[in-house]
């Protein structure tokens, strides 16, 4: 009699239906109960965001570089350094525009970079499971909106995914993993990628701070990205001098209060003695290794045909719908020849001696300046060769 028995299964499996919901239920409820009290920052972010004169529209206003052949876009010179150095976050507003950069570096670019997500793969990328939707937003708006509308000659939409006109790649609109989308991401974009998200804590000190969830960022500039995955901010930068005492307070700020729609960047720079843009060690120095070790056998080893001046282009904006703040960068090498022959030698001689005059004067030992400084001032200063 296959009616009746099936009569009671169905009773069950309604029971364990509204016993299912009835506790999803009660977990949402307890859950806004708890943080009732707590800071709510999407609210107060959807606020900021109207009293601004922001909105969600500001990702959509694309002009599209309709004539754009990258063989003929130089790299853009960078050049952030200043007579003194101040440890500051100097930011500027900038527009959806301006969030990606392309030029003719972008095919040797991406060879490196897929050579990096095959051979560091744990290294270059790695993600929280919290980030998913954070990073499933950004991958959506990159593929299916910002890429096609800005370089309308690179990327154009087809029913199948997005086409990649210099590689000749079908990307899918809709990711099958995380992985997957930050790894499409770095195989095609030529800049890194961080995802930060605000922690639900209980401790008023943990509560609202920023943490890095996700990543894909094969030119890391001296450090182990992995190793700061599920890091706040500030832990992060631990290893920064100055940062506690002068940017932390308005990084934190920043970053709880930025609204949707505003968009910024800044830049930074340093000088390499190599120039490897996969560097998960070195281009730092801390106080105690340079007390121990002495400098005179590195300062020894420069090589000014290897010796760079690294900038990065950074942006940070807020994705509209997950709330997080992605930080994104670009990074960019100048030979220190190009700048000596462009003229701003001088300039750049005083800075690297500016380095310790600033507001934060260890950041003299921390760039390494200690170790390659003369020798750089004295090219760019054409008192000695670069083959010197
Ligand atoms: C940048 O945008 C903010 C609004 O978020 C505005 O208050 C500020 O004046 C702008 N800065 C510049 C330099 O235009
Ligand atoms: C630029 O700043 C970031 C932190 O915002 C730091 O990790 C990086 O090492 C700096 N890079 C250079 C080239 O100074």
Redesign the pocket.
Known sequence: MPQLTLIPWAIVFLGVGVAVLAWIGVSVWRRSGQNGSLPQPLTSIASLTKAHGFSEADYYKIDPLEDLNLENEEPLKLRPFKAKYYLTMAIENITANDLIVMDKTYSSRIALRRQLIRDHLSEVLAWNPISTPAVVELYTYLTATYLPHRFPTLYTLHEKGLLNHITGELLPICPSSTEQALRILGENIDDEFLFLLPAQSESPEENGKYRLEAFITCF????STRQKLGLKLAD??TP?PGYAARLEKSMDRFFATLPVGKMVK?Q???I?TDKRLFAITG??MYEDEHALRGESKEKEMVNLRETV????R?TVHRLPKTGAVV?A?K?YQYGIEELRDEGVGEELATAIDGLGEGNVPEILVY?RQVVWGEKVKKFLRGEISVDD
């Open positions: 890391p500039s001296g450090f992060i930068h920064v800044r930074n720079w340093s390499t281009n730092h001046m690294r900038c990065e950074q930080f960068f990074t760039k």
